[in-house]
């Protein structure tokens, strides 16, 4: 920890900095520029009061990586059937090396930090050197960043924090850092993207539909995704990664009374837990979360005997002020991401489904971007990441008003994020036999991130279709999403002991994960690389092993939403899996 008293030089350089702003010819400027600023206090938020100046408060500050650029076009190549270097993933060390920062970076940062008296020696470093961590007090924090911070109290749930509406950082390190946090990501607004319909039923054993048109069971979904009656042939080589946030455990008693139910050979089956930056997993039944425990059970039910894995980050509030702990974070995809980055090959999972969800908006680009960069080095490694499409059609998935909060506050659609990003690969929802669209399926562009190349194509030819409908109401150069569907309702499971009936995304996205994650263990046990980022395979022909949905719709924001068609679309995108077809496009058809 730095000596207080050099902070005092730093008080001293703030004020000078919101001087004249005559650019210094010294490449040290002390001029500070605003890095990232909001244009109104996230939707929820409130102001709650000004924290003690001496708290002490975790700054993590994302350096910007060397080589990122070089690090998507191998991703891209790695993900490509028709490039020679498909399949060939990057192991962590060359992911190491081209995230690592610029020695250029780390002299300009370092000396920045030594400037306020940071022992620099004494710095948390992540693996590759990308993130710093440095616990200072508040005050000094502020002086750092020409912030503000203070305590903001969330409206329904109570959760306290502390974040800043803006900072600034010295005009010479703007293109060296990314990103600081915590600062203008509040966050909070993670959510599953689950929901429960009313019904309790305690006897769901009678009630079971085969064919999934009423409920949806583990074997009627085997039976429409074409994998009922393979058998795992790599489940030791072969691992299906489960993400948790926002405090939720999946209950081991609930699982086994789900497989007892409804796979009775899974009854003592079971999957390993990672806790992550604090995860929970007290396994008391009544703090089990709902989520996690759907997840778990479809995600084994579909894969067994297939290792899963379940990854319970912490990080969310509430944040308890304390003189000697540093404040909560709340950051919980880049702890997440830390934590795989520290993985050696063997022990990363080839198929992670994430079923959470923001709206992009309530994400600040400066860590969108970061965060999806961190997906990136996952898919660049070999890793199918999947991410549920958000449960409010165009609409928002947190449930908000379809308003703009950049201070203009107009009508717009609200895409979700990670959906955005375009380096993972993303989930609607269907309903019914035959399958059509299910209206809560999140689908739309990103005000982000700009529309990848591979799906340029068949993106355009559905904009071109849409004509001027919804002009104005969503961003028509951005990512388009969703990338495929999955069943989305009526999901029988076990929660708190008792079945019940889960909706959402976030049931698509286990079980179209779990029909991939199949997929790899017939490449495994062939001696082929696992199929890594979907996205470069799906939409250059991978697409035709997938059921194309045609009908249903996603409204929201008072209007009818965007239309599933004849190829890929905003609701479905490509469509539903078919297992067989997928295995024979890999070449691996019986
Ligand atoms: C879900 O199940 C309930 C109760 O069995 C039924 O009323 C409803 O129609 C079903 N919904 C769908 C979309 O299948
Ligand atoms: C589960 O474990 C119990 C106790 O060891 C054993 O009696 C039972 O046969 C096992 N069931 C299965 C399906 O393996
Ligand atoms: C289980 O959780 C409930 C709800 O949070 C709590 O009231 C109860 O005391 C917990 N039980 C145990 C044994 O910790
Ligand atoms: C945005 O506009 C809507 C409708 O005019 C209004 O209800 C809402 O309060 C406004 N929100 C803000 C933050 O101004
Ligand atoms: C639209 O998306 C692009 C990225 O494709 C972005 O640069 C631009 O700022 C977005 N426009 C708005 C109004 O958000």
Redesign the pocket.
């Known amino acids: 920890m730095a000596p207080w008293y050099l902070s005092i030089i730093f008080l001293v350089f703030a004020v000078y900095s919101s001087a004249a702003p005559s650019p210094s010819s010294t490449s040290l400027s002390k001029r500070l520029l605003t890095k990232s600023s909001l244009a109104q206090v996230p939707r929820g938020w409130n102001l709650h009061g000004t924290p003690p100046r001496h708290h002490t408060i975790k700054l993590r500050i994302g350096l910007r990586q060397s080589n990122f650029a070089e690090l998507e076009r191998a991703l891209f190549q790695v993900s490509d059937p028709s490039h020679i270097r498909y399949g060939l993933h990057l192991s962590k060390e060359e992911v190491k090396d081209l995230i690592a920062p610029h020695p250029e970076t780390l002299t300009l940062v370092e000396s920045w930090l030594a400037s306020h008296g940071i022992d620099i020696d004494s710095l948390d470093r992540s693996t590759a050197g990308d993130w710093i961590a440095v616990v200072v007090p508040i005050h000094q924090a502020e002086s750092m960043l020409g912030a503000d911070y203070r305590t903001y109290k969330h409206e329904s749930t109570g959760a306290e924090i502390v974040r800043v509406t803006s900072y600034r950082l010295p005009e010479h390190l703007h293109d060296h850092i990314d990103v600081v946090h915590p600062t203008t990501m509040f966050g909070g607004t993670l959510r599953p993207t689950v929901s429960r319909t009313r019904i309790r039923q305690r006897d769901t054993g009678a009630a079971v539909d085969a064919s999934c048109s009423t409920l949806t069971t583990l074997k009627c979904l085997q039976d429409l995704y074409n994998t009922a009656g393979y058998k795992p042939r790599a489940p030791s080589k072969n691992a299906y990664g489960i993400t948790g946030y926002a405090g939720q455990f999946a209950n081991l008693a609930d699982l086994k009374l789900f497989y007892q139910q409804y796979l009775p050979e899974a009854t003592n089956f079971t999957f390993k837990e990672v806790l992550i930056n604090g995860g929970q997993n007290?396994q008391?039944?009544?703090?089990a979360g709902v989520e996690a425990d759907f997840d778990m059970q479809y995600a084994g039910g579909l894969t067994f005997p297939t290792q899963n894995i379940f990854y319970s980050t912490g990080g969310s509030p509430p944040y308890i002020p304390d003189a000697n702990s540093p404040s909560n974070t709340n950051e919980p995809y880049q702890d997440w991401l830390d934590y795989m980055s520290t993985l050696q090959e063997d022990e990363i999972p080839q198929t992670i489904a994430t079923s959470y969800a923001d709206d992009e908006e309530s994400v600040p680009p400066d860590y969108a971007i970061r965060a999806c960069q961190g997906f990136a080095q996952l898919g660049a490694r070999g890793v199918s990441l999947l991410f549920g499409s958000g449960d409010g059609g165009v609409g928002s998935t947190e449930g908000s008003a379809c308003f703009s909060n950049d201070g203009k506050n107009t009508t717009v659609f609200l895409p979700s994020f990670p959906a955005t990003c375009p380096y993972v690969t993303v989930v609607g929802g269907t309903t019914g036999i035959p399958e059509v669209a299910v209206e809560f399926s999140g689908g739309g562009f990103s005000n982000y991130f700009s529309r990848p190349s591979y799906q340029s194509e068949v993106v355009n030819s559905y904009l071109q279709g849409l004509g001027t409908t919804y002009a104005g109401l969503f961003n028509s150069t951005g990512r388009a999403y969703p990338d495929v569907a999955a069943f989305s309702t009526n999901f029988t499971t076990i929660y708190e002991g008792q079945s019940e009936l889960l909706y959402g995304t976030s049931a698509a996205t286990p079980t179209f994960g779990a029909v991939i994650s199949l997929a790899n263990d017939a490449l495994i046990a062939a001696n082929k690389p696992p199929l890594g980022f979907l996205n470069p395979w799906l939409y250059s022909g991978g697409y035709k092993a997938l059921n194309d949905i045609t009908s249903g719709s996603n409204p929201g924001c008072g209007t009818a939403g965007f239309s599933a068609g004849v190829g890929w679309d905003p609701v479905t995108g490509f469509g539903t899996p078919d297992f067989q077809k997928i295995l024979a496009a890999l070449g691996l058809g019986q």
């Open positions: 007290s008391n039944l009544s703090q």
